[in-house]
């Protein structure tokens, strides 16, 4: 697709996604990673993940148009997709999510970016992210984070908040019986972290604690050191409404992070991880990011 300059969108940042501008071969990328991921997902994936790509008719072949997608969005949640240039300042996107608005990069990935890329391409924002849009609970918690945002731009407390929408919306794990399974979009998108948050051993799986979720850091540059894990979306939408989040911002303001991959006594730990892929990477720190 043209670059369209970043002055040419209107206030709150959304622009076309002029679905008839995009190429044969960057419709045949999306099918590429939909299929790979339709492949390998069943067994892994929350059911209310396959569910959303069924409601939304998603296995349509080419990438989807935001008309067609947003018509079935808005009858299953009243949830509608926008497009947008690029990251988005945290008060837009706070204001996008408490209006039932997820945006989107309109942009499609490179072939030689495959596995791998910096900046969230349209297939890890729809493919990834708007399935559970069409979960009446899920769509509801979407909604209440963007109303915590606004309030966390207030207070000050954005990074403490982004945690959050870090380790379940992108990054999280659900616990299904005595098996795990997977529902964030940063995982589900992801060909090897769909894998790899499941079955390796390297990673900690533990157990779902606002609080501990909201000191710990995390990492943007490789596969998670650590996953939490929600018992259910309405559990996860019942502490997150139901938390008065400005003294807990208050009292974490004089305490210390934890290291992306500590165990603490108190933690439900699922899985204890060896961390061995982490030691084994170049770029493994005891800690950083963000
Ligand atoms: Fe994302």
Do not use: C
């Not at 995390?218 to 989040?245: C, K, M, P």
Request: aromatic residues 12%.
């Amino acid at each position: 697709m043209g670059e369209i300059s970043l002055d040419m969108h209107k206030g709150d940042w959304t622009v076309p996604q002029e679905w008839h501008l995009y190429r044969a071969d960057e419709h045949a990328m999306w099918d590429r990673l939909f299929e790979r991921q339709a492949r390998l997902l069943p067994g892994r994936v929350a059911p209310a993940f396959l569910e959303g790509l069924d409601i939304l008719r998603l296995s349509k072949p080419g990438i989807p148009d935001f008309a067609e997608l947003n018509a079935r969005l808005m009858d299953a949640t009243g949830w509608q997709v926008v497009a947008v240039p690029g990251l988005v300042p945290d008060a837009v996107f706070f204001d996008h999510l408490a209006n039932r608005r997820f945006v989107a990069g309109r942009f499609i990935r490179r072939p030689d970016q495959i596995d791998y890329l910096e900046e969230p391409d349209i297939f890890h924002d729809v493919f990834g992210h708007v399935p559970l849009l069409a979960n009446p609970v899920f769509a509801d918690y979407m909604a209440a984070y963007g109303r915590g945002g606004q309030r966390a731009v207030k207070l000050g407390a954005i990074e403490r908040l982004a945690r959050l929408y870090w380790y379940t919306v992108e990054f999280g794990l659900l616990r299904s019986g005595d098996s795990l399974q997977i529902y964030g979009a940063g995982i589900v998108s992801s060909f090897s972290e769909s894998v790899f948050a499941l079955d390796d051993p390297s990673p900690n799986r533990i157990g779902f604690d606002l609080k501990r979720l909201m000191q710990t850091r995390y990492r943007i540059d490789d596969f998670q050191q650590t996953y939490f894990v929600i018992d259910s979306f309405e559990d996860l939408l019942a502490q997150t409404i139901g938390t008065d989040f400005a003294p807990l911002y208050q009292e974490l303001a004089g305490s210390t992070d934890l290291d992306v991959a500590t165990i603490l006594p108190g933690d439900t730990v699922f899985h204890l991880g060896t961390q061995a892929y982490a030691r084994s990477r170049p770029t493994h720190s005891s800690g950083s990011s963000e």
